[in-house]
């Protein structure tokens, strides 16, 4: 069965620093979306992607965050310089639509960041 | 504002019985709705979707939807042990393409 995966599953990095994480959504799939969850909280909506650009982006997903489809393939999330509170898991996301009433998310694996 | 709102729980049903989560949504533009399950430091996982007023039976799942008092709800009969893990309520707006989730209510089925 076709699924999202995600690079790596586990990202330490010090304060200030530039992370970069990865997801490969499933191959058909046209919407990518990145979320984060921090522990103990709710999954929260970060950013969707849809044709090479930002389709919605929430109040989380200020200047410091991008996305980036490099390729074919990959989906990027690119955090510019870490804060404390950005120690979180991240979740990629895809779907063969957007925003459809029968549209369904598959969730990658997630990739715990770490910023010390 | 759009809130999802869950009773955090803890939530716990003997096996064999019958588990019942809520979900309550602010936004009357939502269209469809989900549950997911959560096991701890898992990604979430799809167990059901509904966008139609009503009860929709998949297996031992019922979800139920009442878009008038805005409010959707899980049935898990048959409990099982291996149901225990938080459950997510998410809603889409058809508009717009973004998934907003609940809390979630972490649930123990106790053999």
């Known amino acids: 069965e076709p699924e999202v995966t995600q690079t790596p599953s586990h990202q330490v990095t010090q304060m200030g620093q530039e992370v970069i994480l990865r997801c490969v959504p499933i191959?058909?799939?046209?919407?990518f979306y990145w979320y984060r969850q921090i522990l103990g909280q709710k999954v929260e909506f970060l950013v969707s992607?849809?044709?090479?650009?930002?389709?919605?982006k929430s109040e989380i997903f200020d200047d410091q965050f991008s996305v980036e489809r490099p390729d074919g393939s990959n989906f990027t999330l690119k955090i510019r310089s870490t804060k404390l509170e950005d120690s979180a898991m991240y979740f990629c996301a895809s779907t063969i639509f957007g925003g459809g009433s029968t549209d369904t998310q598959y969730f990658g694996p997630g990739t715990r960041l770490t910023v010390l | 504002q759009k809130e999802v709102e869950q009773n955090s729980g803890p939530l716990s049903v003997p096996e064999g019985a019958i588990a019942s989560l809520n979900c309550t949504y602010s936004d009357r533009g939502s269209q469809s709705f989900f549950w997911y399950r959560q096991y701890s430091g898992k990604s979430p996982e799809l167990i059901m979707f509904?966008?139609?007023?009503g009860d929709k039976e998949d297996g031992r799942f019922t979800a139920q939807l009442n878009k008038a008092s805005q409010y959707v709800s899980l049935l898990i009969r048959d409990s099982q042990p291996s149901d225990s893990a938080t459950y997510l309520c998410?809603?889409?707006?058809?508009?717009?393409?973004?998934?907003?989730f609940g809390t979630g209510t972490s649930l123990t089925v106790i053999p």
């Open positions: 191959s058909n799939h046209l919407y």
């Open positions: 998410a809603v889409n707006i058809f508009t717009g393409n973004q998934f907003y």
């Open positions: 992607f849809y044709n090479n650009e930002i389709s919605e």
């Open positions: 509904i966008y139609s007023n």
